[in-house]
């Protein structure tokens, strides 16, 4: 095997395994079709997310192999609204919509004609921002203008093949009286209908349990009529020539809505997807699965205020997608920009790795960018440093960024988006003990023994002359304050880190001071 092939086979990234795997196993098309889809019951969170980018990243790896893609995204907003979130404003009002489908619940935020408009507009506004364009199909609008009326007469039609299928996995099985379609009642919206007859043709016959009323409707005329999910699922992968879609562990477990929608969809005359099994994702402190349902979530908003859309999308490109994994808003972070930093290193050659490694993490770095991959380095600051800077200006971006004289016009866009992320995470989630603030002279002094005093002082006369030495001349002038006046280096630490931001512990002391600026450091010290 060619050098060249060695490297193509250790850049496989799981999403070219799976691309290699639909064009393989569907044939050579000329448009292959990826969805992806989520019920927008309540915030759509970063669990659904998960799902989203899988595809999103097969869809890249397809057309980089020069093949045509439809990526669609189903929102299934003709499914019931069956509990009031935690989250939303006015629960009052929403629980009077219980049972209706959730397009025709009101939103009562205020930024949508109805409920599950809002929290679609939620994510289709957000989704550019980490480079993930789908085509939106919204399935309350194919069901009540009846474009699924032939799915659902086919349905129908293979009434009893489709509960033998369902009946194999289910520990009692369905009723003979059971119909593989479902009713919102005319009378009152909801679901609380029960399908009595079908007359072999358009007609079905359904009584609304709730006000004990029955009616026929056509199903070609009705917007009232869909199929349950295990049905519905497998007629939309027909209807839309799926080729491509994941699914999260519950509906891929044993005997769940995969495995008997791989057998339905073959009665719709299509074969069910390539897929894969995705598994849930956790937030750092909180345990168990996210729901959009019960409120408790954490979106994707949330998250790119902290990590910037590349470093969001890099959490999930260097995940397998079948492995749990948490998002964390703590000191993790800080290991996270640096995970990403380091690929990025190696994509550009400036971290020495193997072959194999290089290869690898040059897959991850193309598939984690937005658009398309920057032609030059980033700005490579810690995050961890670019705290400090913005903690010693008091969280200014402007004023931090100033302060880095090296820093090129092609990186700053990259670097204040970098900054903003950091200074949220400083404002909500780092712990107490990492933020800091410098002196003022507002604040009291502290008491120093007359040795320790005497080393800060030599410290401020090394400071007012430090522009002009090198960083290692600098160190050891600092390290010589504390020797020269008989303080133990350790104490000599402490007594400066209290003199400069009443804390005994900080920021890496001639680092640090450094990054404070002569003009800062010798405002405190003078006080001493």
Not at 357 to 370: G, T, Y
């Amino acid at each position: 095997m060619s050098s060249n092939n060695n490297e193509q086979q250790n850049a496989m990234h799981w999403a070219d395994v799976y691309a290699e795997k639909i064009i393989r196993e569907k044939g050579d098309k000329d448009l292959y079709t990826c969805a992806s889809g989520i019920t927008p019951s309540g915030t759509v969170h970063i669990g659904n997310f998960r799902e989203i980018i899988s595809v999103d990243l097969v869809v890249r790896a397809l057309r980089e192999r020069d093949k045509n893609v439809r990526f669609i995204y189903s929102w299934d907003d003709y499914d019931v609204f069956r509990k009031v979130p935690k989250n939303m404003p006015d629960p009052e009002l929403l629980a009077k919509y219980l049972r209706f489908p959730i397009t025709l619940v009101p939103d009562t935020t205020g930024r949508a004609d109805n409920y599950a408009r809002g929290n679609e507009l939620d994510v289709e506004k957000i989704l550019p921002s980490v480079g993930i364009h789908p085509e939106y199909i919204y399935q309350a609008a194919r069901y009540r203008s009846s474009k699924y009326a032939e799915g659902m007469r086919m349905a129908l039609e293979n009434r009893d093949a489709i509960k033998k299928i369902l009946d194999k996995y289910r520990t009692e099985p369905l009723p003979d009286t059971w119909y593989p379609i479902s009713v919102f009642s005319s009378f009152t919206e909801k679901d609380t209908t029960t399908v009595t007859g079908w007359d072999g043709e358009w007609g079905v016959t359904y009584h609304d349990d709730e006000v004990d009323k029955s009616e026929t409707i056509d199903l070609r005329k009705t917007p009232y009529a869909k199929l349950p999910w295990r049905v519905d699922w497998p007629m939309r992968w027909k209807q839309e020539h799926v080729d491509f879609e994941p699914a999260g562990k519950d509906h891929h477990s044993e005997g769940g809505s995969f495995d008997t929608s791989r057998e339905i969809v073959e009665l719709f005359g299509w074969h069910a997807p390539v897929s894969f099994q995705y598994d849930f994702i956790s937030i750092k402190g909180h345990g168990g699965k996210i729901s959009s349902s019960s409120g408790d979530v954490i979106s994707l908003p949330d998250v790119l205020e902290i990590y910037t859309p590349e470093v969001t999308r890099f959490l999930f490109v260097g995940t397998q997608p079948n492995r749990e994994f948490a998002i964390s808003f703590d000191l993790d972070v800080l290991k996270i920009y640096e995970d990403y930093d380091n690929c990025e290193r190696i994509y550009f050659g400036v971290l020495p790795v193997s072959d194999k490694k290089r290869a690898h993490e040059k897959r991850i770095f193309e598939l984690s960018q937005v658009d398309k991959v920057p032609e030059t380095l980033s700005y490579q600051i810690p995050f961890r440093h670019l705290c400090n800077l913005l903690l010693i200006h008091e969280l200014d971006v402007d004023a931090a960024l100033a302060t880095l004289k090296d820093l090129k016009d092609d990186q700053k866009d990259r670097l204040v988006a970098r900054a903003k992320c950091a200074k949220a995470w400083l404002e909500k989630f780092a712990p107490d003990d990492f933020k800091f603030h410098l002196s003022t002279p507002k604040d009291e002094k502290v008491e120093l023994s007359a040795s320790a005093l005497a080393a800060v002082q030599a410290l401020g006369k090394v400071v007012e002359k430090m522009d002009d030495l090198a960083p290692t001349d600098f160190t050891t002038a600092m390290y010589a304050c504390a020797s020269d006046n008989g303080v133990e280096t350790p104490d000599f630490f402490k007594s400066v880190y209290l003199v400069l931001i009443g804390k005994e512990k900080g920021p890496k002391l001639a680092e640090f001071i450094r990054s404070c600026g002569k003009a800062k450091v010798s405002k405190i010290l003078e006080r001493y």
